[in-house]
């Protein structure tokens, strides 16, 4: 089973990362020995997954970019909203990634060379990365594409999430 396999010492987790994509039938393109990139079909549109492997930290970042274009936002209103958001996450962040002016989910984590749950723990944090940007979406669009204030997208959300 793929959550119960262990990380070897010598090994690559992006080679792990691709049997997980694998495993899911997702299609993916190996970009480099240590990053690795898929679309993840989403409920509102698709979203970029990114994984990169970094050895000297032996740190892994997964970042989760959002198909949101802020070109013409109030970029006051969606750093404030992102400020909001942050508050109540307890795994990750969003960020704005200024090259192609969208939000972008982040999260990286040290691997320890013994951790034998490594692919389970990977498997969550992809996981709650396009979770987080399924359960936001929505109140990014509003604020980015519909100009509402944080404030108000957030207590849509919370209304409707009731």
Not at 98 to 120: C, L, R, T, V, Y
Not at 141 to 150: C, E, R, S
Request: aromatic share 12%.
């Amino acid at each position: 089973m793929l959550a119960e396999q262990a990380i070897r010492l010598d090994q690559n987790p992006i080679d792990t990362v691709e049997m997980i994509f694998k495993s899911k039938s997702y299609a993916f393109e190996r970009r480099s020995e240590n990053d690795i990139v898929v679309e993840v079909e989403g409920k509102w549109d698709n979203m970029l997954l990114f994984v990169a492997w970094e050895e000297n930290m032996r740190c892994l970042h997964i970042s989760c970019l959002m198909n949101l274009k802020a070109e013409n936002a109030d970029c006051h209103q969606l750093f404030e909203l992102m400020a909001m958001v942050n508050e109540n996450l307890w795994l990750g962040h969003f960020s704005y990634w200024s090259a192609h002016k969208m939000p972008i989910f982040k999260h990286a984590a040290i691997i320890d060379k013994e951790d034998e749950g490594f692919a389970q723990k990977l498997e969550q944090m992809i996981e709650i990365a396009v979770y987080e940007c399924e359960r936001l979406y929505p109140i990014f669009d509003a604020v980015l594409t519909q100009h509402i204030t944080p404030q108000q997208a957030l207590f849509s959300e919370r209304l409707f999430m009731q």
